[in-house]
Structures are given as structure tokens and as C-alpha cells.
């Protein structure tokens, strides 16, 4: 069992950058892949981007490519979601979630997922 908790949420400027972490507890951590998706007042859960369980491959959504970069620390039970050139468009609450199933082409699915923190972007 899997509890993701995110942090790092917050207030920036437009072309301003944030760091979230997903924290969890486990030795099966390292087992599982995991994913970060976003939400937006009036719209549907988005996905942002996924990463293997070994850290070596990553996925992301059309809207942050290239921009927001996933990573992992086993060691730490951690995964980070980078995010640089926000803008306002970017404001959500933002998810992490753990035990993903990566489909090529689709969404991923996952069984356990946090309770969001807010990320707001200023113009």
C-alpha cells in the first residue's frame, strides 16, 4: 500500500519555475511507476507526465512538453515534477499518482493517488 502526499505547491510569476515532490513509504516503491496529472477549475483531470519505476524513461503530455521534467529518487521514495516557463494556463491542483499502468498512446492508470496541491501561475 501506497499513500503519494504532494508538496511544493505555491504562487509564481508566469515564466517562473516550481518544484513539486510526491513523497511515499514502502519498500515497493521502487516497484511502482508513477504519474502527475492536473485539474483546472471547470475541466476534466489532465495528464502531465509519467515515469517508469527505474527512473529511465518519462512521458508527458502534450501541453508541458518540454518544459516539466519528471524524475525519481527510490532512495528517497520521492518523485519530483520540475516545472519551468509556467504559465497561467498551468494553474491547477496538481496530483500525484502511484502503481501506474503505462499505456503507449493513452493515459495512464493508476491505483493510488494523493490529494493535490495548488500550483498558481500570475501573469
Known amino acids: 500500500q501506497v499513500q503519494p502526499v504532494e508538496s511544493g505547491g505555491g504562487l509564481v510569476q508566469a515564466g517562473g519555475s516550481l518544484r513539486l515532490s510526491c513523497a511515499a513509504s514502502?519498500?515497493?516503491?521502487?516497484?511502482?511507476?508513477m504519474a502527475w496529472f492536473r485539474q483546472a477549475p471547470g475541466k476534466e483531470r489532465e495528464f502531465v507526465g509519467a515515469?517508469?519505476?527505474?527512473?529511465?524513461?518519462?512521458y508527458y503530455g502534450d501541453s508541458v512538453k518540454g518544459r516539466f521534467t519528471l524524475s525519481r529518487d527510490n532512495a528517497k521514495n520521492t518523485v519530483y515534477l520540475q516545472m519551468n516557463s509556467l504559465k497561467p494556463e498551468d494553474t491547477a491542483v496538481y496530483y500525484c499518482a502511484a502503481d501506474c499502468v503505462l499505456v503507449v498512446g493513452g493515459t495512464p492508470r493508476c491505483n493510488f493517488w494523493g490529494q493535490g496541491t495548488q500550483v498558481t501561475v500570475s501573469s
Open positions: 515515469v517508469t519505476w527505474n527512473g529511465i524513461s518519462t
Open positions: 514502502g519498500r515497493t516503491f521502487s516497484n511502482y511507476a
